[in-house]
C-alpha cells in the first residue's frame, strides 16, 4: 500500500510569532512524491502499452492464423467440390452403363427364352425325325432282308445268264459299271473286251474301252439320245464282233 504523506496542520498565529516567519512547504517530499506518481504513471503506461502491443500481435497473429485456416478451409472446399462434380460424372457415367448392362441383360435374356422355346422345337422335330428313321430303319432293314432273299435266289440265274450271255456287268468305283465279254474271238475264247461307263451325270461317259473301238463315239452319242443302256450294250458287243472279225 502506498504510503500517505500526512501534513501537520499549520500554526499560523506561532509562525507569525517568529523573527523570521517561514512557512517549510515541504518541496522536496513534494518533488519525490511526484517523481514517484510519474514513475508509476510511466510504468503504467509502460504495462498499458506493452500488453496492448501483445493483444496487437496476438491478435494478428490469430487473425493471420485464421485466414490461413479460411484460405485452406475454402481450397479443401473446391476440392471437395471438384471431387463431387467428378463423382457425379462417375455415378452419372455408371447409371448409364447400368441401364445399357440391364437392357443388353433383358436383350440377351429374349434370345435365350427364343433360343430355348426354338431349341424345344427343335427337340420335338428331332424326336419326330428319330421316330421316323427308325421306321425307315426297321423298312430298309425289312426291304434289305428281301432284296437278300431275292439276290440269294437271282444269284444262280445271273451266273447261268453271264455264263450263258458270255457278259458280265459290275459296279466300280462311284457311279461306274465294268462291262466285260467273252466268246467274241473265235481264235481266243477267253479274250476278254471291256469298256467302262460314268453313269455319274446325265450324259453318259464311257472313259475307257478294251480295246480301243473307233465307232464308240457315234454308239455314245445315241445312247444319250435314247437311253436305253441295254441296246447301248448289245450295239457295243456287236461292234468288238465285228472289230474281230475285220482283223482289227
Do not use: W
Request: glycine fraction near 2%; include cysteine.
Amino acid at each position: 500500500m502506498a504510503k500517505v504523506l500526512r501534513v501537520p496542520k499549520l500554526d499560523l498565529h506561532a509562525v507569525l510569532a517568529q523573527q523570521n516567519p517561514q512557512i517549510d512547504l515541504r518541496l522536496d517530499a513534494y518533488e519525490t512524491s511526484t517523481r514517484n506518481f510519474l514513475t508509476a504513471v510511466s510504468n503504467y503506461t509502460q504495462r498499458a502499452v506493452a500488453e496492448i502491443t501483445n493483444r496487437k500481435n496476438a491478435y494478428a497473429a490469430e487473425k493471420k492464423r485464421l485466414a490461413e485456416k479460411t484460405q485452406q478451409i475454402e481450397a479443401e472446399t473446391n476440392q471437395c467440390k471438384l471431387k463431387e462434380i467428378e463423382l457425379i460424372a462417375v455415378l452419372d457415367k455408371e447409371q448409364e452403363e447400368k441401364k445399357e448392362s440391364e437392357a443388353s441383360v433383358a436383350a440377351f435374356r429374349r434370345q435365350l427364352n427364343s433360343i430355348k422355346e426354338k431349341c424345344a422345337s427343335l427337340d420335338v422335330e428331332i424326336e419326330q425325325h428319330r421316330v421316323v428313321a427308325a421306321n425307315l430303319l426297321r423298312e430298309r432293314k425289312r426291304e434289305q432282308s428281301i432284296l437278300g432273299s431275292h439276290a440269294s435266289r437271282a444269284v444262280p440265274e445271273l451266273s447261268a445268264c453271264e455264263a450263258a450271255l458270255k457278259c458280265a456287268i459290275e459296279g466300280i468305283d462311284k457311279d461306274k459299271i465294268l462291262v466285260r465279254f467273252t466268246h467274241l474271238d473265235p481264235s481266243d475264247l477267253d479274250r476278254e473286251f471291256s469298256l467302262v461307263v460314268d453313269v455319274s451325270s446325265r450324259a453318259y461317259k464311257v472313259p475307257t474301252t478294251t480295246p480301243f473301238l473307233p465307232t464308240l463315239p457315234i454308239l455314245l452319242d445315241e445312247l444319250n439320245e435314247s437311253r436305253d443302256i441295254y441296246a447301248f450294250i448289245r450295239q457295243v458287243r456287236a461292234a468288238f464282233r465285228d472289230l474281230v472279225v475285220h482283223g482289227r
